[in-house]
Nanobody, 118 residues
Framework: VQLQASGGGLVQAGGSLRLSCVAS????????MRWYCQAPGKQRELVAT???????NYADSVKGRFTISRDNAKNTVYLQMNSLNPEDTAVYYC?????????????WGQGTQVTVSS
């Protein structure tokens, strides 16, 4: 099983980006999907989560600006990021609890860099 994240880049403050993360491999089912971010010199932080049924939670710092969504048919999770500011600059990682073969475990994507210029 692999998670492949994409969509990062350089954007000016106030701009938007949409991150995508596709799960592939021997997948039976995908439970909770998440986005984390890690800024230079800081610990990795949880940004947003979404359940199989679409229930969402967000870090306070992104509420009202970011939207997490998923397409279960495509094994894909998205993060729509609006009103970006320089403090959002970080590597963004997707994470998912995936049932593969006969067991459940968490998988990580490789990260995608988001840089917001002032």
């Amino acid at each position: 099983v692999q998670l492949q994240a994409s969509g990062g880049g350089l954007v000016q403050a106030g701009g938007s980006l949409r991150l995508s993360c596709v799960a592939s491999g021997s997948i039976v089912s995908i439970n909770i999907m998440r986005w984390y971010c890690q800024a230079p010199g800081k610990q990795r932080e949880l940004v947003a989560t979404i359940t199989t049924r679409g229930s969402t939670n967000y870090a306070d710092s992104v509420k009202g600006r970011f939207t997490i969504s998923r397409d279960n048919a495509k094994n894909t999770v998205y993060l729509q990021m609006n009103s970006l500011n320089p403090e959002d600059t970080a590597v963004y990682y997707c994470n998912a609890d995936i049932v593969s073969d006969t067991y459940l475990r968490a998988y990580w994507g490789q990260g995608t860099q988001v840089t917001v210029s002032s």
